[in-house]
Each structure stands twice: as C-alpha cells, then as structure tokens.
T-cell receptor, first 117, second 109 residues
Framework: GAVVSQHPSRVICKSGTSVKIECRSL??????MFWYRQFPKKSLMLMAT?????????EQGVEKDKFLINHASLTLSTLTVTSAHPEDSSFYIC?????????????FGEGSRLTVL | GENVEQHPSTLSVQEGDSAVIKCTYS??????FPWYKQELGKRPQLIID?????GEKKDQRIAVTLNKTAKHFSLHITETQPEDSAVYFC????????FGQGTILTVHP
C-alpha cells in the first residue's frame, strides 16, 4: 500500500525558534498534500492544502506567515513553524493523495509532536 | 464549506456488543465518506469508506451505511473486541476531507 513518511516524529524546541517538518510519499507521487493540526482528544483540523509547484491554500484562521508550507516536488512537502511559541505545541499530521485519479483515499504520515518550551 | 457532525463523542460497550457511530454532513456535493481509526499518538488508519453511489458497504465486522437524501452515514462494528478501542473519525470529501469531531470507543472485556 501507499506509504507516507513524516519526520521528525517528535521535536522539542525553544520559544522563538523555527521548526521544519517533512512529509514524503515514499512509493507514489502526490500532487496534493494536506497538513493537519490535532489537539489532544480532538479532531484533525485542516491547516492548508499543498499543491506541487504552487502556493499552498490556507484554511481560514491559519497564519500563512506562521506556518510556511512548501511543496517542491511530487513526493515532498514541508511545514515550517516559524518563531514557535508554546501555543504552537501540537500534533501535526500530513496526508497525501495519489496523482492520476486513484481512489481519493488519503494516506497519512505518522505525525509530528511539537513541544515548544 | 462542508460541516461534519459526529455522535456520540464517547461510546462504551461490552466485548461482543455492537457499536454504532453516526455522522451528518452539510454539502450535498460530497461524494466520498471514509472512516478512520486512530490510536493514541498514531496516525489515522482508514478502516472503511463508501462512495455516494453506494448505500452500504461491509468488510467483515465493519459496515458503513449512507443515506444521501438525509445526508448522514453511519459506522457499524459488530462483535466488538477490546482492540477496537480507539478514536474513530468520520469524514466527508468534496475536494478536501472534512473530519467529524471523533468518537472515543471503549470496549470492555
């Protein structure tokens, strides 16, 4: 089956620093990747839709200058949390869909737990 | 945009009983309805999905029903086992997935 790998799985950083999270589709090409944020015992909240070679589309209320998304290739999208603060601490998950039709199924990365001190 | 409501938020059953989780959606254009199981700290795993041209789909102990007219769909788990305990999310897709709030299912041995 399709595999999406996310790295790092856990990261702890100091307030004010930036953190980059990578999302890779290992065995398929993904025109579109999605980034979600999940608080404890809560649902997945879509942050942005990332399309290869174009600017990401952000959901309402998500600061694009805070959460920089780059989708440089059909297998890699990155989320950079800039000038992180404790309130940015959360579980971030990416997902990807196959190009060329497919079933529409989303394949999720393992998630990245960010803790900002 | 799409709005997905999921109920109940928590569900506790005895091993062997059935569990039912219900979702409603707002956008009649949605055409793909997956269900995900998520264990603590793990990624969501697709357990079953249904498309809008089908009313019911079954996979062993898991089934999903879809009522397009009423815009609701349900997950049915029969003969529940303790390993079914997890958080379950429904979702509706029209271009992008919108998730329900999640249901914490606990199956007691």
């Amino acid at each position: 089956g399709a595999v999406v790998s996310q790295h790092p799985s856990r990261v702890i950083c100091k307030s004010g620093t930036s953190v980059k999270i990578e999302c890779r589709s290992l065995d398929f090409q993904a025109t579109t990747m999605f980034w979600y944020r999940q608080f404890p015992k809560k649902s997945l909240m879509l942050m942005a839709t990332s399309n290869e070679g174009s600017k990401a589309t952000y959901e309402q209320g998500v600061e694009k200058d805070k959460f920089l998304i780059n989708h440089a290739s059909l297998t890699l999208s990155t989320l950079t949390v800039t000038s992180a603060h404790p309130e940015d601490s959360s579980f971030y998950i990416c997902s990807a869909t196959m190009t060329g039709g497919g079933t529409g199924e989303l394949f999720f990365g393992e998630g990245s737990r960010l803790t900002v001190l | 945009g799409e709005n997905v409501e999921q109920h109940p938020s928590t569900l506790s059953v005895q091993e062997g009983d059935s569990a039912v989780i219900k979702c409603t959606y707002s956008d009649s254009a949605s055409n793909y309805f997956p269900w995900y199981k998520q264990e603590l700290g793990k990624r969501p795993q697709l357990i079953i999905d249904i498309r809008s041209n089908v009313g019911e789909k079954k996979d062993q102990r898991i089934a999903v029903t879809l009522n397009k007219t009423a815009k609701h769909f349900s997950l049915h788990i029969t003969e529940t086992q303790p390993e079914d305990s997890a958080v379950y999310f429904c979702a509706a897709n029209y271009g992008k997935l919108t998730f329900g709030q999640g249901t914490i299912l606990t199956v007691h041995p």
